[in-house]
C-alpha cells in the first residue's frame, strides 16, 4: 500500500524523483555563474516557476513527467561540462522553474484542496536549488583548489546518468515501477 495514498490527488512518484534531481541540476548550473547572471538566473527561475504553476492546468502529467527529466538530463550535460555561459543557463533556469511549477499540480487537478501540499513543495524545492546553487557557487567562484570544481562536476555527471535512465525507463514504458 502507498503511504501518500491517503492524500487526493497526490503528486506520482517517477515525477516526485525528477523533481528533486531537476532542482539539485540547475541549482549547480546556476552556481557557476557570477554573482550579477546568478541574481538574474533566480530571478528568472523563480518567475517561471510560478508562470509553471498556472501553466500546469492545461497540461497533462505524462508530458510534465517527460520534460522534467529531458530538462534535468540537459542541467547534468551543462553541470558535468562546466558550461558557465549566462544565456544558456538563464534558459534552463526558465524552463526548469516552468517544469518543476507545473509538475506540483496534482494529478486530479484539485488545486484549491492541496494548496498547502503545493506551497510546501514549491517551498521544498527552493531550499533545493538553493542549496545546490551555493554549494556549486562555493566551489566556482570561492574556492582556488581544483577539486571542489570537480567534485561538482561528477555530480553533475551523476545526475545525468540517474536522468538518462529514468528517462530511458520512462520512453520504455516502465516509468511507475
Sequence with gaps: MDFYAW?????????KAGQLLLAVGIGFAMGNL???AFLKAVISW???LFAGLLGALFLSSGFITLSLLA???LSGCL?????????VIFIMAALGGGGLGASFLPQAG?????????TANVIGVSLVVGGAAL??????????ALWPKIGVRILGSWL???SALMLALELAGMGSL
Design 7 to 15: 492524500i487526493p490527488g497526490f503528486i506520482p512518484e517517477l515525477v
Design 34 to 36: 557570477k554573482r550579477e
Design 46 to 48: 523563480g518567475a517561471f
Design 71 to 73: 530538462l534535468t538530463f
Design 79 to 87: 553541470v558535468a561540462a562546466a558550461i558557465s555561459r549566462p544565456s
Design 110 to 118: 484539485q488545486f484549491p484542496s492541496n494548496v498547502v501540499l503545493i
Design 135 to 144: 554549494m556549486s557557487f562555493w566551489a566556482f567562484q570561492r574556492q582556488s
Design 160 to 162: 545525468l546518468a540517474i
